[in-house]
């Protein structure tokens, strides 16, 4: 927009002044012959007397200073005059015709004329630019401030056009940030939905999309629960059928009643983990705030992990760790590096151990919980969805560890929700390293 503005300016500008000139130029070749006439008559006749007191009764009275030249190229009254005059008045005695000088703030005319006594005279009129073009012959600290000022016109025009037109963008942004943060009910609002344009409409489809996209995952969520609610009822029946059954049992049947029960542990494990899911991503979970002191908590889990695993041939070992606290849910936060721990249990070969290590990171804002394996570790396509809720790297693999696909799901819900981050990475010397952060506020 400034640049087609001062385009025009200029073009604008060039184009008065092309139509001044020769407008000028008619004007000044009508006019001066006649000038020319009169002077030479009032020369020849009265000599420099007369034409003296015809310069000084009209001075000032036009625009325009005049200067006659005998045909030897003087002066007749001896005045100095400007080389251009001079031009002027060599170029209208060669041709005898009207000649013009041009200088940037006046012009020359020349007239070639005759007196009455056949003696020839050149008329040179200086004129300056006349007092009726202003807009293009003002000081040149004018025509900056005038440049500059309609500058900041143009620049403000642009300006509100483009806050116009960026505002619900930006607002559209915002609010896709906000959804894929995790906020469901997050809408674009206000203003942006009132106005009559493209941006409205493409504002009030994102809100149309948001609200299919919450109400598909509410959805899946109450369906999740449901189900899971479903399924401890014929459970909790399973249970005491199995206990009925080991009373009037014999040794032959100890094998499969033991198989039973297992399976029925499993399924209630899996139970449990779907309801707890499914409240981490209602948000129908409130978070306990009370002081969870972190290094206690993972030398607990830690403790209790190595316990289990030593029966399995491995073990769980605390490289690291330094006292710090946070407000939040002891459970829950149990819960998540508990899970994370187990699962690089299932998953490090026999003979060796799961290595957990507790750092401050973010010059201790935050605390880092390090937790590596020594198994095979994770394609590198799978590091990001190995926190989907049952999402099995290898079928037969976390079938054998009676994975169902739910504990890193829960660990990523409970630690996002406590306004921290899970990232997974494979270690350059094998295993999968599992980076819980969390900030200490």
């Given at each position: 927009?400034?640049l087609?503005?001062?385009?025009l300016?200029?073009?604008?500008?060039?184009?008065?002044?092309?139509?001044?000139?020769?407008?000028?130029?008619?004007?000044?070749?009508?006019?001066?012959?006649?000038?020319?006439?009169n002077?030479?008559?009032?020369?020849?006749?009265?000599?420099?007397?007369?034409?003296?007191?015809?310069?000084?009764?009209g001075?000032?009275?036009?625009?325009?200073?005049?200067?006659?030249?005998?045909?030897?190229?003087?002066?007749?009254?001896?005045r100095s005059?400007?080389?251009?005059?001079?031009?002027?008045?060599?170029?209208?005695?060669?041709?005898?015709?009207?000649?013009?000088?041009?200088?940037?703030?006046a012009?020359?005319?020349?007239?070639?004329?005759?007196?009455?006594?056949?003696?020839?005279?050149?008329?040179?009129?200086?004129?300056n630019?006349?007092?009726?073009?202003?807009?293009?012959?003002?000081?040149?600290?004018?025509?900056?401030?005038?440049?500059?000022?309609?500058?900041?016109?143009?620049?403000?025009i642009?300006?509100?056009?483009?806050?116009?037109?960026t505002?619900?963008?930006?607002?559209?942004?915002?609010?896709a940030?906000?959804l894929?943060?995790?906020?469901?009910?997050?809408?674009?609002?206000?203003a942006?939905?009132?106005?009559?344009?493209?941006?409205?409409?493409?504002?009030?489809?994102?809100?149309?999309?948001?609200?299919?996209?919450?109400s598909?995952?509410?959805?899946?969520?109450?369906l999740?629960?449901?189900?899971?609610?479903?399924?401890?009822?014929?459970?909790?029946?399973?249970?005491?059928?199995?206990?009925?059954a080991?009373?009037?049992?014999?040794?032959?049947?100890?094998?499969a009643?033991?198989r039973?029960?297992?399976?029925?542990?499993?399924?209630?494990?899996?139970?449990?983990?779907?309801?707890?899911?499914?409240?981490?991503?209602?948000?129908?979970e409130?978070?306990?705030?009370?002081?969870?002191?972190?290094?206690?908590?993972?030398?607990?889990?830690?403790?209790?992990?190595?316990?289990?695993?030593?029966?399995?041939?491995?073990s769980?070992?605390?490289?690291?760790?330094?006292?710090?606290?946070?407000?939040?849910?002891?459970?829950?936060?149990?819960?998540a590096i508990?899970?994370?721990?187990r699962?690089?249990?299932?998953?490090?070969?026999?003979?060796?151990?799961?290595?957990v290590?507790?750092?401050?990171?973010?010059?201790?804002?935050?605390?880092l919980?390090?937790?590596?394996?020594?198994?095979?570790?994770?394609?590198e396509?799978?590091?990001?969805?190995?926190?989907?809720?049952?999402?099995?790297?290898?079928?037969?693999?976390?079938?054998?560890?009676?994975?169902?696909?739910?504990?890193?799901?829960?660990?990523?819900?409970?630690?996002?929700?406590?306004?921290?981050?899970?990232?997974?990475?494979?270690?350059?010397?094998?295993?999968?390293?599992?980076?819980?952060?969390?900030?200490?506020?």
């Amino acid at each position: 927009m400034a640049l087609v503005s001062l385009t025009l300016i200029l073009s604008a500008v060039w184009t008065e002044s092309r139509d001044t000139r020769k407008r000028d130029e008619a004007m000044d070749r009508a006019m001066t012959p006649l000038l020319a006439d009169n002077f030479a008559e009032v020369y020849d006749l009265e000599g420099k007397n007369g034409l003296e007191e015809l310069l000084e009764h009209g001075k000032g009275s036009f625009p325009w200073e005049p200067y006659l030249f005998s045909q030897d190229g003087n002066e007749v009254l001896n005045r100095s005059v400007s080389p251009q005059a001079v031009q002027a008045m060599k170029l209208a005695l060669a041709s005898k015709k009207t000649e013009v000088v041009h200088a940037s703030d006046a012009r020359w005319v020349g007239q070639y004329v005759e007196a009455t006594s056949h003696r020839p005279y050149v008329l040179v009129l200086e004129i300056n630019r006349r007092a009726s073009d202003p807009g293009f012959v003002a000081p040149s600290h004018v025509q900056v401030v005038r440049l500059v000022i309609a500058l900041l016109i143009v620049g403000l025009i642009c300006f509100w056009i483009t806050r116009s037109i960026t505002s619900p963008l930006f607002q559209l942004r915002s609010t896709a940030n906000e959804l894929a943060s995790g906020n469901l009910s997050a809408r674009v609002k206000g203003a942006a939905l009132l106005r009559k344009d493209e941006l409205a409409s493409l504002g009030k489809a994102f809100n149309h999309m948001a609200d299919q996209i919450e109400s598909l995952m509410s959805s899946q969520r109450r369906l999740i629960a449901d189900i899971s609610h479903e399924l401890r009822s014929p459970l909790a029946r399973l249970s005491v059928a199995l206990g009925l059954a080991r009373r009037n049992a014999d040794p032959t049947t100890d094998a499969a009643l033991n198989r039973i029960e297992r399976e029925t542990h499993r399924l209630n494990e899996l139970i449990s983990g779907l309801l707890n899911l499914a409240r981490l991503e209602s948000g129908t979970e409130k978070l306990d705030q009370e002081v969870v002191d972190l290094q206690a908590l993972v030398l607990d889990v830690v403790e209790d992990a190595n316990f289990e695993a030593s029966s399995r041939n491995r073990s769980v070992r605390v490289l690291t760790s330094y006292p710090c606290r946070r407000k939040g849910s002891s459970q829950l936060l149990c819960s998540a590096i508990e899970n994370s721990v187990r699962n690089a249990v299932n998953y490090t070969p026999e003979g060796t151990e799961v290595e957990v290590s507790l750092l401050p990171a973010d010059r201790g804002s935050s605390a880092l919980i390090h937790i590596r394996d020594h198994g095979s570790g994770v394609p590198e396509s799978a590091l990001k969805t190995i926190f989907e809720p049952f999402f099995r790297v290898d079928e037969a693999r976390d079938r054998l560890s009676g994975g169902a696909g739910l504990g890193l799901s829960i660990t990523d819900r409970v630690i996002r929700a406590h306004g921290g981050s899970v990232r997974a990475h494979n270690h350059a010397d094998g295993g999968l390293v599992l980076e819980l952060t969390l900030p200490l506020v």
